[in-house]
């Protein structure tokens, strides 16, 4: 029966044909200017000692760089070392290096205990103020997908490089020089790729530190948890170019009060941080020099827990959200009952009570 509910609210939304994730660092494929290149967080070595990551060079083929299993590992060469604008994706962690982001595997203090991985998207294109063109929707929405099945990954941090967290869509892909099949397109995976990000088992948590604008706002309103710097600012500036801001007005609804979120996009004046903490828009706001810190601290916790129960548990808070009160009752109380078939629900109740701390197994499967 818990399979049943895992396939109707978590795997027909994520694996519909068509969706397949983006092939490994292996297949020497090249990412495009303006899109998101994938870097798989680091796995443990053959001989069981130190994590190997693959890194990515600026020519576009891997490379093997170390570090520390719960430590940062080796962080890959990013788009402005390549010569081009666009994300990369690794592990979370401080950033490193000119030209590197580290990884981080989540785990205590223990190098032996291993709790699971954080994985973090870099929206890099600070030239072009991480616009969500076409190719870097394309990308992003490959990067959410990828290892999204894995047992080990727990956490999706979307964090961006350069004062401008995001600037929403480029226009210059919605001039008159394209045709509406275009303009089509791009709201479309728009639409998909922050619809994407409600559906994936795991939390993704979005790292501001800078402005978001427009669909950059969008972007923020539609991961689970957002965390910013007191600099950032919040904006949907759209009515002011004659392009009002609908679609990202569709998150935005759905997590600011209404008049707060109309007034945003009847005027386009900015929200300080504070201010989005106040209506909701954000979770916390923090010194811009804590921020990696606060991120990293709320990924630790999200990887202490079972990824089965918090899968289930994502699935249905946005499942029965649209719903009237009696609805969302019926569809949270069968949740609940099944929850318990669950080996990981059955294993939280019984270390309660043994008091001793629990073992998951991150398995969907119904303890026999």
């Known amino acids: 029966m818990v399979s049943a509910i895992f396939s109707s609210l978590i795997d027909s939304a994520i694996l519909r044909p068509g969706s397949s994730p983006r092939p490994g660092p292996g297949s020497g494929r090249a990412a495009a200017p303006g899109a998101a290149e994938l870097r798989p967080p680091a796995r443990p070595g ?3 000692g130190p994590a190997v990551a693959a890194a990515e060079a600026p020519h576009g083929r891997p490379q093997q760089r ?29 950033s490193g290096g000119s030209g590197t982001r ?7 203090s223990n190098p032996a205990v291993f ?10 294109n ?9 190719p870097m929707l394309q990308s992003l929405r490959r990067d959410l997908l990828h290892d999204v099945q894995s047992r080990e990954l727990r956490v999706i941090v979307i964090a961006a490089e350069g004062p401008v967290f995001c600037s929403g869509h480029d226009l210059k892909e919605l001039s008159s020089e ?8 791009v709201f479309e995976l728009c639409a998909e790729v922050m619809t994407l990000i409600q ?3 795991v939390p993704v948590i979005a790292k501001v530190n800078g402005l978001a604008t427009a669909a950059g706002c969008q972007l923020v309103a539609s991961c689970d948890i957002a965390v910013a710097s007191e600099k950032s600012q919040f904006a949907t500036p759209g009515v002011n170019i004659g392009l009002f801001c609908s679609t990202p007005a569709v998150a935005l609804g759905r997590s600011l009060p209404r008049k707060v979120a109309l007034e945003m ?11 989005a903490l106040m209506h909701g828009l954000v979770s916390k706001v923090v010194p811009e020099d804590k921020l990696e810190e606060e991120t990293m601290k709320i990924s630790q916790k999200i990887c202490e827990s079972s990824k089965s129960v918090l899968a289930l548990g994502k699935a249905t808070f946005y499942r029965q959200i649209t719903q009237d009160l009696d609805t969302a009752y019926k569809i949270t109380t069968k949740v609940m009952v099944d929850n318990l078939t669950l080996r990981d629900g059955q294993e939280g109740i019984e270390a309660f009570v043994q008091k001793r701390k629990p073992v998951w197994s991150h398995s969907q499967e119904e303890k026999k």
């Open 46 to 48: 053959s001989d069981g």
């Open 66 to 94: 170390r570090g520390s299993r719960a430590g940062p590992a080796g962080g890959a060469a990013d788009g402005a070392a390549a010569g081009g604008g666009r994300a990369v994706s690794g592990g979370a962690g401080g």
């Open 102 to 108: 580290p990884r981080w595997q989540l785990g205590g």
């Open 115 to 124: 709790h699971g991985f954080c994985s973090t998207i870099v929206l890099n």
């Open 126 to 134: 600070p030239r072009r103020r991480n616009a969500l063109s076409l």
């Open 178 to 185: 394209d045709d509406v099949k275009h303009h089509s397109q």
């Open 199 to 201: 559906k994936l088992p």
């Open 265 to 275: 996009l009847f005027t386009g004046e900015p929200l300080s941080a504070h201010e």
